[in-house]
């Protein structure tokens, strides 16, 4: 049997029947599926990006030390100038006509021999 209550309207609800009626949270995901779904993606997205960039620069600045203090090192060791070690690189003063005296002697252009190259269909002939 069913009973029909009759009462007054402006009753409070008992705290039992206040946990059986769903929060209005739960209802924000059928109302705001934005609110539910993609505001955490989008600022999941944001401080991962934010979080990365902290990451990479940290990374770029003990890089960056590290390179300081190799060098300081290296230019310890070796008294370093501004052009590399002292006295380590001379370069010979090569001309281009030096060069192309040098690729004369080696090559000899007035004497060859006449080859005939055979084309793919000679061989082939029947």
Known sequence: M???????????????STLKQPSSFKRWGRRHPFV???LPMI????????GLSQLLQGSKDIAKVKDDQEWEIIETRKALSRT?????YKPKNTSIE?????????VDINSYEYKKIPKLNEGKSS
Request: net charge positive; glycine share 12%.
């Open 43 to 50: 600022s999941l997205t944001v401080f991962g990006a934010l």
């Open 84 to 88: 590399g070690p002292v006295d380590a």
């Open 36 to 38: 539910r779904y993609g």
């Open 98 to 106: 030096d060069e192309l005296k040098a690729m004369q002697g080696k």
């Open 2 to 16: 069913t009973t029909i209550e009759t009462g007054p309207k402006n009753q409070k609800p008992s705290p039992s």
